[in-house]
């Protein structure tokens, strides 16, 4: 059994939902399909849910309208037979229905889980009467019946694992399911999310827990590329991956992939796999848990990092230091990206500026601090690139324009990481393109 994700923009358009209907299709093996959102539904939730926490209902009400007015037009030129389309109606209209509800009742941060649930909701019940109406057997999946985290908003596995098992071994004549993305339920039993961008996560959640064949991610690129097309002009996809360099890759910035989702493909070595579904046969990116070759394979970067620098000569020769100024991190929940020490200083970036004013007091005591804000991770990711010849004196070579702030090496086999002032990204993110890969 397999695993086929798409995306928003996947079925942001009824022929796009076309698309996907004749892709999942082509053979048949059994499987899930997890479906996002349509493209800008979450984002118009999350503007009716800021409209009511500020208690501008009219706002919230105006919101609603427009995004309903939008389903009326997609159900009308997906569905073609009256019954269909009725039934489709039917459902959608039950969805608004609940949000204008919503209007009328006392807002909170439940209430705006349940809202921002609406869109997968919508969107893989409208694809299943499409579904129907072209007789294409298959069985709505519930993900609140099996998607959930614990209190630290953490995926259980095991439990998605017990409870999907159950649910599938209930219906094993069928072998197409449609479910939600993103959504789940929570430790006190409400309705959740994985946080924007989730759906990539729930396939692989779903993948591991059923120990797919593979996980195939649907999107409208070709596959994980070397460098951000949206910076540099010529980028090439990378054909092969490993879990390692993967994860990397998608925690340091290539947008393509939700940087959490590796870890349960990997954790159960279902390959995954980043298709495109306007090139249907390319060969996108393979991520398995080999890395297929050596060498430095793409760069990305990570945006709005602020480093902090503690400078103490009490640093010198004393032990238990690092652990103290860890501790002040760990108690505001706020992670480090990268950290490199002398041995009277340290430095380290964070990637959220929530906690900063009271870790910068928590800091003082320690030593003079210092900070800098508008930083950019760049990464550069491969297999063995410590051990690949010329890949370190070609990085520092192509970087001599550039103020390098700090550098992380050694730390695994498949990343070095150059921190570098907000500005200098283009430039920076350019002259490894040429220095690296020979690209422009
Ligand atoms: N619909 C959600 C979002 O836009 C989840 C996803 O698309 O992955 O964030
Ligand atoms: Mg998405």
């Not at 999946?141 to 259980?156: S, Y």
């Not at 495109?276 to 080999?290: E, F, L, R, S, Y």
């Not at 906690?355 to 601090?369: A, D, M, S, V």
Request: one cysteine or more; charged letters at 25%; aromatic letters at 6%.
């Amino acid at each position: 059994m397999k695993v086929m994700k798409f995306g928003g923009t996947s079925v942001g358009k009824p022929e796009r939902m076309e698309q996907v209907a004749q892709l999942i299709t082509r053979d048949n093996e059994s499987k899930i399909v997890v479906l996002s959102a349509l493209s800008g539904t979450t984002n118009a939730l999350v503007a009716i849910g800021e409209s009511l926490a500020k208690g501008d209902k009219q706002a919230a009400k105006e919101k609603i309208e427009a995004l309903d007015a939008h389903y009326q037009s997609f159900l009308s030129s997906l569905l073609k037979k009256k019954e269909t389309y009725e039934k489709g109606k039917a459902i959608i209209a039950e969805h608004f229905e609940f949000l204008n509800i919503i209007l009328k009742i006392s807002f909170n941060e439940a209430l705006n889980k349940d809202i921002l649930a609406q869109g997968e909701l919508m969107s893989t019940k409208m694809f299943s009467v499409y579904l129907e109406e072209n007789g294409i057997p298959h069985a709505l999946l519930p993900a609140l019946d099996f998607m959930q985290i614990d209190a630290n908003d953490e995926p259980q596995l095991d439990v998605i694992r017990t409870r999907l098992s159950k649910i599938l071994a209930q219906q094993s004549q069928i072998k197409l399911f449609i479910t939600q993305g993103y959504i789940c339920r929570n430790a006190r039993g409400e309705v959740d999310n994985l946080k924007r961008g989730g759906s990539d996560y729930t396939a692989s959640l779903v993948a591991a827990a059923i120990n797919g064949t593979v996980c195939e991610i649907w999107t409208d690129i070709d596959g994980m590329h070397n460098n951000d097309p949206r910076v540099v002009k010529k980028t090439v996809p990378i054909e092969q991956l490993s879990f390692d360099e993967a994860a990397e890759l998608a925690y340091f910035g290539a947008k393509i992939l939700h940087p959490t989702c590796i870890w349960p493909a990997q954790q159960e070595k279902v390959p995954v796999k980043l298709l495109n579904t306007m090139q249907p046969d390319a060969a996108g990116t393979v991520i398995t848990k080999d890395a297929g070759s050596v060498g430095a394979k793409a760069v990305a970067a990570k945006d709005g990092i602020i480093a902090i620098k503690i400078k103490s000569t009490r640093m010198l020769l004393a032990y238990g230091f690092l652990r103290k100024i860890f501790e002040v991190f760990e108690k505001y929940r706020t992670p480090i990206d990268m950290i490199t020490t002398s041995e009277v200083a340290v430095s380290l970036t964070i990637d959220s500026d929530a906690g900063l004013k009271q870790i910068l007091k928590e800091l003082e005591p320690f030593g003079n601090i210092e900070i800098d804000k508008d930083q950019t991770i760049v990464s550069i990711v491969g297999n063995e690139i410590a051990q690949t010849p010329n890949v370190l004196s070609r990085l520092f070579e192509s970087l001599s324009p550039v103020p390098v702030r700090m550098v992380s090496y050694g730390g695994s086999p498949h990343n070095i990481s150059i921190l570098v002032p907000g500005d200098y990204k283009t430039q920076t993110l350019q002259l490894l393109n040429k220095g690296l890969f020979g690209l422009e």
